[in-house]
């Protein structure tokens, strides 16, 4: 892709401009054809998994099935996410389908509270008081929450950049419990969950054929042991996912007043790697092209980047890129440095 051509433009009609800029290379254009084929390939990948653990009957060797599935689970998420956004179809039906599905069904993740969720940290990436990211009751991004915790989570937040990684290992487990409690009542927010009985239908047909599946090839401690290994590790890879992308950034205060470009900017952090990292991050190593065009597609993200660089670049605006292991060492220094 060429260096994009970018006109002068005042402070307030920034992002408009970047908008047209993008809008007019087509970045924005739905790609049905790509998301069809991923889908495709990721049913093919599942179904492939669930024979070989049939075959495998009950042996030990099933825990690589289960690091197998957790892997597999983290890209079938990415798809739940990208459908939030609306990237995948032209129509909000289709990827509402998509979500529930590739959410609720498969992952046993309600689409969602999950979609509400994250809209609200898009709205308010590292706000205090607005973004639920970085309201998290284990962790402390800042000394003023650090100081906040009492009895056992102030022990928690002390080491938290050492339990950093052994606490993703209950995140699936977390948001699992989460759906279920929004589906049960508990809402997104203050607002009450839509589609609330599909959502806990798909939930219990994920759990009933998930559970029984494992039950009947395992023996009860194979059984414990392949699904701690498969959630446990499922729960890491999304927190090593969504981790790099804002963790470490600067934290604005609940009164801060940012335009939409500056606050997606600074707040946000791109992962390099090219495209092996983007496949293992779902297209979230394009973290400040993703929250500026949430809609647009995965494929789309990796050309908006040169033009978005470019355009921070010639406005001033710091555009933070980092390795994978760069950026997770940021992060890691950012919990050390919070409650001290």
């Not at 499922?234 to 992308?245: I, R």
């Not at 995965?298 to 001033?316: D, E, F, I, K, N």
Request: proline share 5%.
């Amino acid at each position: 892709m060429t260096e994009p051509v970018v006109r002068p433009a005042v402070r307030g009609s920034d992002y408009a401009e970047l908008s047209r800029l993008v809008r007019g290379a087509g970045l924005l254009d739905r790609r049905p054809r790509y998301y069809a084929i991923k889908i495709t390939v990721l049913a093919l990948l599942l179904a492939v998994g669930g024979a070989v653990f049939a075959l495998l009957g009950d042996t030990w060797f099933q825990l690589l099935v289960a690091v197998y599935l957790a892997a597999l689970f983290g890209q079938i998420g990415f798809l739940g996410h990208e459908a939030g956004h609306q990237q995948m179809f032209r129509s909000r039906r289709a990827n509402d389908i998509a979500g529930l599905v590739h959410g609720n069904l498969l992952v046993g993740l309600s689409y969602g509270w999950w979609t509400g969720k994250h809209n609200r940290h898009h709205a308010h990436p590292n706000q205090l008081g607005k973004d639920p990211d970085i309201s998290i009751g284990a962790l402390a991004f800042t000394p003023g929450q650090a100081g906040g915790k009492r009895g056992p989570l102030r022990a928690v937040v002390r080491y938290q950049a050492y339990l950093f990684f052994p606490l993703l290992t209950l995140e699936a487990v977390s948001m699992h419990a989460v759906s279920v409690r929004a589906v049960l009542g508990g809402g997104v927010g203050n607002r009450p969950l839509r589609r609330r009985w599909l959502e806990g239908l798909l939930l219990l047909g994920h759990c009933a054929g998930y559970l029984t599946l494992v039950a009947l090839v395992l023996s009860p401690l194979r059984t414990i042991a392949f699904i701690a290994v498969q959630q446990g590790l499922f729960g890491v890879y999304l927190g090593c996912a969504f981790a790099p992308n804002h963790k470490g950034m600067p934290v604005l205060g609940e009164q801060d007043q940012l335009d939409f470009l500056r606050r997606q900017v600074l707040t946000s952090r791109n992962v390099t790697g090219g495209w092996p990292v983007e496949t293992l991050l779902g297209g979230l190593n394009y973290q400040i092209e993703h929250h500026l065009f949430p809609s647009m597609p995965r494929p789309s993200l990796r050309h908006c980047r040169l033009l978005v660089r470019t355009y921070c670049a010639q406005r001033g605006l710091p555009y933070t890129e980092a390795g994978l292991a760069t950026s997770y060492a940021e992060v890691l220094r950012a919990l050390h440095a919070a409650p001290r």
